[in-house]
C-alpha cells in the first residue's frame, strides 16, 4: 500500500539533505503519485494544488512580456480567464479554432483534447508543425484515450480534479513533460513559488489512479451509448461527442428549456466539474455566458447502470 507521510522535513543524512527535506521542494508521497501519471502519459509528471495552479506554473515558465499565447477558442472557460489576466505583464492572447492551423504570430499553443464543453479535437499534426512550444489540456481524454507527447506535443496538462481524481474529492493539477530540463525548470520553479501540491490530495490521487482504466473505459461506454440516444430525442437539437470519454454536451431550445432540463433529473445530480464517479450535468450558460448557446447542457457520465440513466434523461427532456 502507499504510505502517506504528511512530514514537512526530513533529517539531513551525513549533515547534507538527501531527496526530500522540506515539503515544499518536494515529498514521498507526490513524487510516488507523479511517477505513476508520468508512466501513463510517457513523461515527466509533477503535481500542482489544482488544475489552475498548473496553468499558472507553466505559463510563467513559457512566457514572457510581448508573447502571444494562441489558445484554442471553446477551451475551459477559466483558462481564457486565467491566461488573460496575464495581460496586465503584457501577455496577449488569441483565439483560434484548434480543428486547424493555429496562428503564425504565437509563442505558445495552448489546444484542449477535446475541448470543454464544445468538444473538438485539436488538429496535433498541424499544431506541431508551428515552431512554438504545444500544450495539450489532456483533462477530459485522459491517458486512457490520448497520449499527447506521443503525438509531438510538449506538455500535457491535467485538471487531476476530474477524471484522474475521479471521486469528486480532491482538487489537483498536473503538467507532464516531455523533456527532462523543462521538468526541472519547472519543478525549480514550483519550489520557489510555492504552487505545491499537499500530500493529502497526492496520496488520494494514487489510489485513484489504481482504477483509472476500468472507471474511464466504463464512463465511454455508457457516455457513447447516452450520445446515441440523445440523437433521437425531438427535444435535442445537436449532441457534441467525441467518440471516446464520459463528456457529452447537447443543445435544448435555449436557456429555459437548458434549466428546467438540469433541475428535473433525479439520478443525474444538477452540479458543475466533471470526470467523477456519479454522474453531474449543468447549463454552461450561467458561467460561460454568450460564448456558447443558452440551450447547452454539459453532462459528464459516471458509472451509474446506462439505461436507468437514459430513463432519467429521457423523463426530464420529456418534459420541455
Ligand atoms: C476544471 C478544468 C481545469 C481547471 O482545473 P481545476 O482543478 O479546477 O483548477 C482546466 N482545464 C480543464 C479542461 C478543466 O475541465
Same mark, same amino acid.
Given at each position: 500500500?502507499?504510505? /502517506? ?31 505513476? %501519471?508520468?508512466? %501513463?502519459?510517457?513523461?515527466?509528471? /509533477?503535481?500542482? &494544488? ?9 505559463? /510563467? *515558465?513559457?512566457?514572457? #512580456? ?7 477558442? $471553446? ?7 486565467? /491566461?488573460?489576466?496575464? @495581460?496586465?505583464? $503584457?501577455?496577449? =492572447?488569441?483565439?483560434?479554432?484548434? *480543428?486547424?492551423?493555429? &496562428?503564425?504570430?504565437?509563442? !505558445?499553443?495552448?489546444?484542449?483534447? &477535446?475541448? +470543454? #464543453?464544445? %468538444? *473538438?479535437? &485539436? ?7 508551428? #515552431?512554438?512550444?504545444?500544450? =495539450? ?32 474529492? %480532491? ?21 520557489? !513559488? ?21 472507471? =474511464? ?8 451509448? !447516452? ?11 445537436? =449532441?457534441?461527442? #467525441?467518440?471516446? $470519454? ?11 428549456? @437548458? ?6 433529473? +433525479?439520478?443525474?445530480? +444538477? ?34 447502470? @446506462? ?14
Amino acid at each position: 500500500m502507499d504510505a /502517506l507521510d504528511r512530514s514537512t522535513i526530513w533529517p539531513y543524512e551525513d549533515g547534507e539533505p538527501g531527496a526530500f527535506y522540506y515539503q515544499r521542494y518536494g515529498h514521498p508521497t507526490g513524487a510516488a503519485a507523479e511517477r505513476a %501519471l508520468g508512466e %501513463l502519459e510517457g513523461g515527466t509528471a /509533477l503535481l500542482f &494544488p489544482s488544475g489552475a495552479g498548473a496553468t499558472t506554473a507553466l505559463a /510563467l *515558465t513559457l512566457l514572457k #512580456p510581448g508573447d502571444t499565447v494562441a489558445l484554442a477558442a $471553446g477551451a475551459y472557460f477559466g483558462t481564457g480567464r486565467l /491566461l488573460g489576466s496575464f @495581460a496586465r505583464w $503584457g501577455v496577449n =492572447v488569441v483565439e483560434f479554432d484548434q *480543428t486547424g492551423p493555429p &496562428p503564425e504570430r504565437a509563442q !505558445l499553443l495552448w489546444l484542449e483534447a &477535446p475541448a +470543454n #464543453p464544445l %468538444l *473538438t479535437m &485539436p488538429d496535433l499534426a498541424a499544431a506541431t508543425a508551428h #515552431p512554438a512550444p504545444v500544450v =495539450v489540456d489532456s483533462t477530459a481524454a485522459t491517458p486512457i484515450h490520448l497520449r499527447p507527447l506521443e503525438h509531438g506535443a510538449d506538455f500535457v496538462l491535467h485538471s487531476a480534479t476530474k477524471y484522474l481524481g475521479g471521486h469528486s474529492d %480532491l482538487l489537483l493539477g498536473a503538467v507532464v513533460c516531455k523533456r527532462e530540463e523543462e521538468a526541472d525548470q519547472l519543478r525549480e520553479l514550483r519550489g520557489i !513559488l510555492g504552487i505545491v501540491a499537499a500530500p493529502d490530495p497526492c496520496w488520494l490521487l494514487l489510489r485513484s489512479l489504481k482504477t483509472l482504466r476500468v472507471r =474511464v473505459e466504463r464512463q465511454t461506454e455508457t457516455a457513447r451509448e !447516452l450520445a446515441r440516444r440523445l440523437g433521437g430525442h425531438p427535444a435535442v437539437e445537436i =449532441v457534441r461527442y #467525441p467518440g471516446f $470519454g464520459g463528456l457529452i454536451s447537447f443543445d435544448v431550445a435555449g436557456a429555459e428549456a @437548458a434549466r428546467r432540463v438540469e433541475t428535473a433529473t +433525479n439520478l443525474i445530480t +444538477n452540479a458543475t466539474s466533471l470526470g467523477g464517479t456519479h454522474s453531474v450535468m449543468e447549463s454552461r450558460h450561467r458561467w460561460e455566458g454568450d460564448r456558447i448557446a443558452a440551450g447547452l447542457l454539459r453532462l459528464s457520465v459516471g458509472l451509474e447502470d @446506462a439505461d436507468a440513466l437514459w430513463a432519467d434523461l429521457e423523463q426530464a427532456l420529456d418534459q420541455v
